[in-house]
C-alpha cells in the first residue's frame, strides 16, 4: 500500500447564523474552497479521481449531492466525479478518511476531500403523509439546522435527549463546573483573536465573493469571564451549559487537497498516519473521540507522548474538558492553540476540514512533528486522524 498526504487546505471564514455568508447557497461555498485549492496549487482539476466532500444535513440547496455539485460549479470537467457523505458533525474528517485509504489502496492518486454546511439555508420541513389523499389537519414542521427530528420512537428516549442536555451531563459526570467551562470559552476566544491578528490564518483562507467577511464571524475580542457568567443556562435550570460555552451555528466550507506521494507537484503539509473511529451511547457523545483518537495514535504507532499539537472540535466547552479528562498523558495546552471552535465556529459538514487542515499548517509551521484531530458526533460517535511531518 502506498502513503496518502495532505498536500493543502483551505477554508472560508466561518460566518454566524443569519450573518455574512448566510444569502451564499451550500453548493456555492464548495465551490469556493474546491477552486480555490486547485488555483492555490496549480493543479490541473482534470487529474482529480474524486471529489468527497461531506455534508451534516442535505435537506435543502445542498440536497443531490452536493459534491457533485460543487464540483460543477468550480468549473471541474465533467469528468470529475464527486460523492457526499454524512457522518453529521465528523462528515469532512469523514471524507479525509475515505478519501486517504482510496489513496492508500491505489484506487486514487488524488482526491479532494472537505465539507461543507450552510446551517441558515437549511430549511424548515415537513413528513409527508403515508396516506394518497390525507385527512385535514396539522402538520409538525421541523428545522433542520440541527438537532433529532423525526426521531423513531422505539429508540430509549436517554438516547434522545438534544445535544445541549448531553452536555449538561457529561458536566455533572466528570465533575465540570460552570467557572471551568467559561474560561474555556474564554481562551477559545482568546487564542483565535491573537491568531488572526499574527497572521497564523491567512494562509488556510480563502474570501467567499459577494461575502463582506475577512475573518471567522463568531470571535469575540472583547469577551471576558464576567461577561461570560451573566450568560442564562439553556438546557437545565440549575445547568451550567450556555451559549457562551458552546459553539454555535454556523456556515462555511472547507477542502483538503489529498494526495499519493509525488501525485501533486508541491511540497505536503503531513501525512496521514493514522485513523480511528468509536462508537459510544448517544447520551454521551461528546466522549467519544477520546478511543478514536487512541485507536487513530496506535495505528499510526504512536503514544500520546509523542503528540505536538491537538485540534479538538469544541463542540461545547463541557465536552472537550470531559475529553481531556480522558486523556491524562496530554498536556492541556498543546489543545487548540490557536482557538477552536467555541469562537471560529461549527458548520457541521465543513469543522472536520478546518480541524484537519489547521493542523496540517501548523505542522508545516513548525517544521514537523505529530498532530490528532478530533471530533465529536451526535449519536454517539467520534473521528480522529493523526498526522504526521
Known amino acids: ?50 471529489v468527497v466532500f461531506g455534508d451534516a444535513n442535505q435537506a435543502g440547496e445542498d440536497n443531490r449531492d452536493v459534491a457533485r455539485f460543487g464540483a460543477l460549479l468550480a468549473g471541474f ?26 489513496i492508500e489502496t491505489g484506487d486514487c492518486a488524488i482526491v479532494l ?23 385535514v389537519g396539522n402538520a409538525t414542521m421541523w428545522n433542520t439546522s440541527i438537532g433529532w427530528r423525526m426521531t ?16 449538561e451531563k457529561l458536566a455533572a459526570l466528570y465533575g465540570i463546573s460552570r467557572e471551568q467551562q467559561d474560561a474555556f470559552a474564554l481562551r477559545s476566544h482568546r487564542l483565535a483573536a491573537d491568531a488572526w491578528a499574527a497572521g497564523v490564518y491567512d494562509d488556510e483562507i480563502v474570501q467567499v465573493p459577494g461575502a463582506a467577511l475577512t475573518r471567522d464571524e463568531g470571535i469575540r ?16 435550570a440549575d445547568g451550567s451549559v450556555t451559549a457562551g460555552n458552546s459553539s454555535s451555528i454556523n456556515d462555511g466550507a472547507s477542502a483538503v487537497l489529498l494526495g499519493a506521494e509525488g501525485a501533486v507537484d508541491a511540497e505536503p503539509l503531513a501525512r496521514i498516519a493514522g485513523r480511528g473511529v468509536f462508537g459510544n451511547d448517544p447520551d454521551v ?34 465536552q472537550s474538558l470531559a475529553c481531556l479528562a480522558l486523556w491524562p498523558d496530554l498536556d492541556p495546552e498543546k489543545v487548540n492553540v490557536h482557538g477552536g471552535a ?29 498532530a490528532v484531530a478530533a471530533i465529536c458526533i451526535g449519536v454517539g460517535q467520534g473521528l480522529a486522524v493523526v498526522l504526521e511531518r
Open 1 to 50: 500500500m502506498t502513503a496518502s498526504f495532505v498536500y493543502d487546505a483551505v477554508r472560508t471564514p466561518f460566518g454566524r447564523a443569519g450573518g455574512a455568508l448566510s444569502g451564499i447557497r451550500p453548493d456555492d461555498l464548495a465551490a469556493v474552497v474546491m477552486r480555490a485549492t486547485v488555483e492555490r496549487s496549480g493543479l490541473d482539476p482534470a487529474l482529480i479521481d474524486d
Open 285 to 318: 457523545f461528546g466522549v467519544a473521540p477520546v478511543e478514536a483518537a487512541n485507536r487513530a495514535l496506535a495505528r499510526a504507532g504512536r503514544t500520546w507522548a509523542d503528540v505536538d499539537v491537538v485540534e479538538l472540535n469544541e463542540a461545547f466547552a463541557s
Open 77 to 102: 470537467p465533467t469528468t470529475v466525479p464527486g460523492a457526499t457523505v454524512n457522518r453529521l458533525c465528523g462528515s469532512a474528517v469523514e471524507a479525509v478518511i475515505q478519501g486517504s485509504r482510496a
Open 152 to 167: 423513531n420512537p422505539r429508540l430509549p428516549k436517554e438516547w434522545t435527549i438534544s445535544n445541549g442536555e448531553s452536555a
Open 342 to 370: 467555541i469562537a471560529i465556529g461549527h458548520p457541521l459538514g465543513a469543522s472536520g476540514g478546518r480541524i484537519i487542515g489547521h493542523a496540517a499548517h501548523e505542522l508545516r509551521r513548525r517544521g514537523g512533528g505529530v
Open 113 to 135: 476531500a472537505g465539507g461543507v454546511e450552510s446551517m441558515s439555508r437549511a430549511p424548515f420541513v415537513v413528513e409527508k403523509s403515508s396516506k394518497p389523499w390525507p385527512a
Open 221 to 236: 475580542d472583547d469577551t471576558t469571564a464576567a461577561a461570560l457568567a451573566k450568560l442564562r443556562t439553556l438546557f437545565a
